[in-house]
């Protein structure tokens, strides 16, 4: 295979040079950190003072985990490490509308994030000639400007499609021969049965690729994208907290994500015990940013279940690869691409006083999408038999769930103590789509 490199001397660093770049990329970040007052006391806390109290990469270590709940803390600027007037952008964690987690970017952030993005895009053998339809949402979340950028970056034409409305984005592609995609797995399986319906002929469409990530999808989702759009799937993995998308990314040999070490240390630890796993090991997936001045974010727990391959890969590149995403370990549900915590659910229920006790979140597959019922009891003052005010609750529900977590739930009204009760846990979630990873 004829692998193309954006940056060949950086990507097929020997390992010793890139932990050299790694430590001295950790000691500048350790610098940034220090003017945070959340960082400056958990190093104090830890013995380091100045970035010179780092002399090895062993020493990240003796720092800290970070967590969402650090970050929900440091709301809305604690963890900000320049002045206001330095900042140009922030993003925020999908789906959340509660305590967002909220990254902000300095100019030169910006660049060095396109510069992955476009990294991991060129990687996949895309070139100045593509035409890159971004199919994902715009806005808050890192998806539409991240790869935005990143497309740019690289010199594609890109078109800022956006999410959705399956119609507008045949004419798009069919109008300006789009040849590369990027969206959820499960857009992408309803862009193909969206193309059935409207009578979309494939010949009619130049598509070669696609990026999909943002949520878990296993291998045989993988093969039936690729095997339906007649395209070449690249799994696509990022976060908020870590710019969002370019953290790791496929090569073209499609097996195992590249993690770009000059940018990210990665430690995956057993998420009980917190010890590191073994190495080829599941476990959880911590990573340290080393490309972001104005928001530097220290072992950050993902929560993503995941490990490295111990084998190199044929592509030439020293970064390590990470195995598909697995789970997570934590509650956290990924529906069409938008993070949610069932407390989110949760919370506005049980501050609705017509609501009983019980309630029982669905999550299921309706075609290629994720599709979310809310099943809730109802208190002692409503009445089966009373049409108006079980409408006006049902409504009242989808719209405060919708106004909170940004998705909008079919709603299910059950008598008081007819949801079954679970003898030990509750069990508040039944989350049905298939688990083939
Ligand atoms: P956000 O911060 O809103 O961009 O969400 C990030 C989360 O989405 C990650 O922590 C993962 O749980 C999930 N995610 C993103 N990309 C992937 C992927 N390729 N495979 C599995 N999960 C993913
Ligand atoms: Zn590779």
Redo the contacts with the bound molecule.
């Keep these: 295979m004829n692998f193309q490199y954006w940056q060949p001397d950086i990507e097929k660093m020997p390992r010793a040079e890139l932990e050299t770049l790694q430590l001295q990329k950790l000691k500048e970040e350790v610098r940034f950190a220090l003017r945070t007052s959340f960082y400056r006391s958990r190093f104090e806390a830890a013995g380091i003072k100045s970035p010179d109290d780092i002399t090895s990469l062993n020493d990240l270590a003796k720092i800290p985990f970070t967590t969402k709940n650090d970050l929900r803390d440091g709301f809305p600027y604690g963890f900000l490490s320049i002045p206001k007037e330095a900042v140009v952008r922030l993003h925020a ?3 959340t509308t509660g305590i967002p987690t909220t990254i902000y970017f300095n100019r030169d952030d910006i660049k060095q994030w396109a510069n992955y993005m476009a990294r991991c895009m060129f990687g996949t053998g895309c070139t100045k000639s593509d035409v890159f339809q971004n199919m994902i949402g715009y806005g808050l ?3 539409g400007l991240g790869m935005h950028q990143g497309g740019e970056e690289m010199g594609m034409l890109v078109i800022p499609a956006g999410a959705g409305n399956t119609n507008r984005q045949f004419k798009l592609m069919q109008d300006f021969g789009t040849t590369v995609v990027h969206a959820t797995p499960s857009f992408l399986l309803h862009v193909e049965t969206k193309m059935q319906e409207a009578g979309v002929k494939r010949e009619s469409l130049s598509i070669k690729k696609a990026f999909a ?5 296993s291998e045989d989702t993988r093969r039936r994208i690729e095997s339906l759009l007649h395209v070449d799937v690249y ?7 870590m710019n ?1 998308p370019g953290v790791a990314f496929e090569c073209q040999c499609k097996d195992g994500l590249h993690i770009w070490e000059d940018g990210y240390i990665a430690e995956i630890i057993n998420p009980d015990t917190l010890e590191p796993v073994k190495d080829g090991e599941i476990g959880e997936l911590v990573l340290t940013i080393l490309c972001r001045e104005a928001t530097p974010i220290f072992r950050y727990r ?3 279940l995941t490990a490295f391959y111990t084998e190199p890969c044929p592509c030439g590149r020293t970064h390590r690869r990470l195995r ?2 697995t789970g ?1 370990s934590d509650d956290m549900l ?1 529906i069409n691409g938008v ?1 949610v915590f069932p407390s989110q659910i949760e919370e506005v229920l049980m501050g609705m006083k017509e609501v009983g006790n019980n309630y029982l979140i669905v999550v299921e597959k309706d075609g290629a999408l994720d599709r979310l019922t809310v099943k809730t009891e109802i208190g002692p003052d409503i009445f089966m038999d009373d049409a108006r005010p079980l409408n006006a609750l049902k409504e009242k529900i989808k719209e405060t769930i919708q106004a909170s977590i940004s998705i909008s739930p079919r709603v299910e009204l059950h008598e008081g103590g007819s949801l079954p009760i679970s003898e030990g846990k509750a069990v508040r979630v039944q989350d049905t789509r298939p688990k083939d990873i």
């Design positions: 964690s999908s789906g979340f890192t998806g990530g943002a949520e878990p999808y799994n696509s993995y990022g976060l908020s907290e969002g993902t929560r993503d598909r995403i997570r990924i993070n």
